[in-house]
């Protein structure tokens, strides 16, 4: 079972908890997450589709084999869902320097920290 916690008017759909935590650091406005865990079951899905139809929802998962499969999935059941992506040479959504998350945010008009928005990968 996937929980929505309700936060912003926009839903991002990750694959995981490190996904969820590593685009929150970029993000400057509130928006609820979906963490499929990486993979997901016809039932679930069916749910999130349903419980997310009307809503505003994104979708940032990984650039890799599975990644895509969830991707290719989640199009099928929520068309308006637009799609962000990492870029193919990190793969992965938590691996991503947070300077390209934020572009790739900014890009799909999400409200992020100008400071991640330069070359610079700022790590604490």
């Not at 979906?34 to 899905?45: D, F, H």
């Amino acid at each position: 079972m996937f929980k929505v916690e309700p936060v912003g008017e926009k839903v991002l759909i990750v694959e995981g908890k490190t996904d969820r935590e590593r685009l929150e650091q970029v993000l400057r406005e509130p928006v609820s997450f979906v963490c499929t865990r990486g993979t997901i079951g016809y039932e679930e899905l069916l749910e999130i589709a349903e419980r997310l139809e009307d809503e505003d929802v994104y979708v940032f998962v990984d650039a890799d084999e599975s990644g895509m499969k969830l991707r290719k999935q989640l199009r099928r059941e929520l068309p308006r869902a637009k799609h962000v992506y990492t870029q193919k040479m990190y793969r992965e959504v938590a691996r991503t320097p947070l300077h390209v998350l934020a572009k790739a945010l900014a890009n799909a008009h999400f409200d992020v920290d100008p400071k991640w928005l330069t070359e610079v990968d700022h790590r604490p």
